[in-house]
């Protein structure tokens, strides 16, 4: 039952309230795993990201076999940017789960971080065959697919992406950011009226005219490097 409502508070957003149930169901069956998983991923939600490895790691010694507790580390490690060390850790949680589309979703975006955009598709689209409704999935692949210079089918996915119910602004600019770089502005600003106001639209409008200018290496290299598509310190999304 702690874990229950620890889970409740986490969904409504109560992250300090969820935390200490989470370790009161830890205290109450010291034998259990889980209550150490949802710690850490809940300690990562508040970019608490040593506290949050120091959970998994203790969920891995009452469990050593837990997909999810090696997934979780991986995630943290992606928060302090310790990207080698988070694919080890993804890589072996996908040995123990291969179905794991959250942890295929992890191995895209550090194929993404570090430049390498043809292993990043391939890791979405498998997780995509076993989770199509993923809002992170289809998020990242969109995003890399514009990194990519595949303009066409990075729109169709954002575009879809845009207008679900559960899609955020991060999302509906990435697909401005798409039609940017297509050099479709007005379909740009258009996506971005939802979110920004004018000024802050034509400022973007400029950016992506500047991205346009570049080679598509440094281009992509330019996009990752800015928080507002690759934010640092935020774990996986």
């Known amino acids: 039952s702690l874990m229950r409502v620890g889970d409740a508070s986490r969904a409504a957003g109560d992250l300090a309230g969820a935390i200490g ?7 109450a069956k010291p034998t259990a795993a889980d209550p150490h998983i949802r710690l850490g991923e809940t300690l ?16 891995l010694q009452l469990d050593p076999k837990s997909a999810d507790a090696m997934r979780g580390w991986g995630h943290a490690l992606v928060g302090l940017d310790q990207l080698p060390l988070a694919r080890t850790q993804y890589e072996a949680a996908l040995k123990l789960n291969p ?13 993404d971080m570090m430049g390498d955009h043809v292993s990043a598709q391939a890791y979405y689209r498998r997780g995509l ?11 990242n692949f969109g995003l890399s697919l514009a990194l990519s ?17 559960g899609a955020t602004p991060r ?18 600003a258009r996506a971005s009226r939802n979110d920004l106001d004018e000024v802050s639209i034509q400022r973007n ?17 330019a996009i ?10 935020s774990g996986v999304q």
């Open 21 to 27: 149930l989470y370790r009161r169901a830890a205290v």
């Open 44 to 59: 990562t939600d508040m970019r608490a990201y040593n506290e949050a490895i120091t959970s998994f790691q203790w969920a």
């Open 99 to 111: 179905n794991d589309y959250r942890t295929l979703n992890g191995l895209g975006v550090i194929g």
């Open 129 to 139: 065959a076993i989770e199509p409704n993923s809002l992170a999935l289809q998020n």
């Open 149 to 165: 210079g595949n303009f066409d089918e990075s729109i169709r996915i954002l575009k879809v992406l845009a207008v679900n119910p």
């Open 171 to 188: 999302n509906r600019l990435n697909l401005a950011l798409a039609y940017g770089l297509a050099g479709q502005s007005d379909e740009a």
């Open 205 to 221: 409008l400029e950016y992506y005219a500047l991205l346009r200018s570049m080679p598509q290496q440094q281009r992509s290299s």
């Open 224 to 233: 990752r490097s800015n928080p507002n598509y690759f934010p640092r310190g």
